[in-house]
DNA sequence: ATGAATTTCTGACGATCGGTAGATCGGACG
DNA sequence: CGTCCGATCTACCGATCGTCAGAAATTCAT
């Protein structure tokens, strides 16, 4: 369905420093995040997840919040181009829209963790960074609001529903993926990525028939 | 639309204290876990916010975690109730669907904070009312799934849609209110409810025209 | 084998946390 | 006026937190 799916580089917490600790903290520690909070999440239950005396975390970190940081750039940079790119392709209003849906369910479901401490994390990040995600999330959801009412006046999407409350409402949709997903499962996330999207497609049609 | 909206009475923290406080604590700390995280919060934020000395909180509750645990029981009690209502008052499965839909984001769109604090500080709670919750949560979700698959068989419902998926997808609607909503914009929460309760049921129609 | 570089550990620090005990305040009531 | 009691304050405890400096251990090229 798309191929703008290449795979992210892990961020370089430290760069030049042993890439397999860094991408092993990185991970976990987006899972511990995920799991119990980032404020409730000690670098001692870090540690003990990888394997390390807490001190030694410092060797490869600078800071806790460094480590939240870490995390939640990951989602951010993926959102930032998200945007970016969001014209691109050409097709119908409602098809980049579809477009988009899928690739970010598909990054929802890829990395729940990441996605889960991005949304919830938010507060602990620095005052100046939280501005840089809300104007990202904003221009992101912009976007979308823009694709919802060229659709109105192309006919494709129902001309009765409130672009800011459709958007939120397939948003969350997506965004919700990371509470219930679990890789493992029957449906892989590109599967429900295809699922999703068109759902919330669905939702922004117009009725056909009589109400 | 809905006359089951009565109003629920704060949680008593601890009964025949004085009542002024009490809801002022309990109001207070749902605020405080909705904009920092339970954890993060300390009960020195809180006494300062209700304009108390730590130690005083001391009298109204027993303990920072049956804090959280009256915030979170508030929404608790809440979808009991829904899910043992759900089959009342009649109706086609989708009339049905969209009632408890609709009650639904109308509790999530009034108690925004409580809403966010029961879905995001669940690994703060004891395990045994982790279960308990878990376990309402499974028996809510399965009667919508129950409601989805009776609409699909009576054809109100696309039968190509997977239930399990459909029905997260529309709870990732409702459940994303809090991420957005804020009193004192243009519209109410049940206009919030009214709107998104009827496109989560119109992304589950079936498609009457030719795809 | 040697030495340098990389990685990990030890042990401590100041701060803050949730929680407790006892003193204090002020109004109600006899 | 004295007593009582609900409500609040003050002062403190032990535990845990993030962080750091420096020593120790390990790895690796020469």
Redesign the interface.
Known sequence: MSETSREWPRPKIRPRKAEVRNDQIFETAARLFY??????TSLQDLANAVGLQKGSLYYYIDSKKDLLFAVTDYAHTFFVELTQNAEAEGGTPLQTLERMLYQHARFAAEHFHVTAAF???R??LSDEYQERIVATRDAYEASLRRLVRSGQEAGEI?AD??PR??V??????????H??YRPGGE?TPSE?AA??SR??V????P???AD
Chains 1, 2 share one sequence.
């Not at 669905?202 to 049609?205: E, K, N, V």
């Open positions: 799991e119990k909070g980032y404020a409730a949304y919830n994390e507060s602990a129902a529903l409130d409350l459709a939120f409402g397939v948003l969350g949709m997506l965004n919700w993926i509470q219930w449906l429900i699922a999703l759902q919330a669905r939702s922004l049609l009725r056909t028939d």
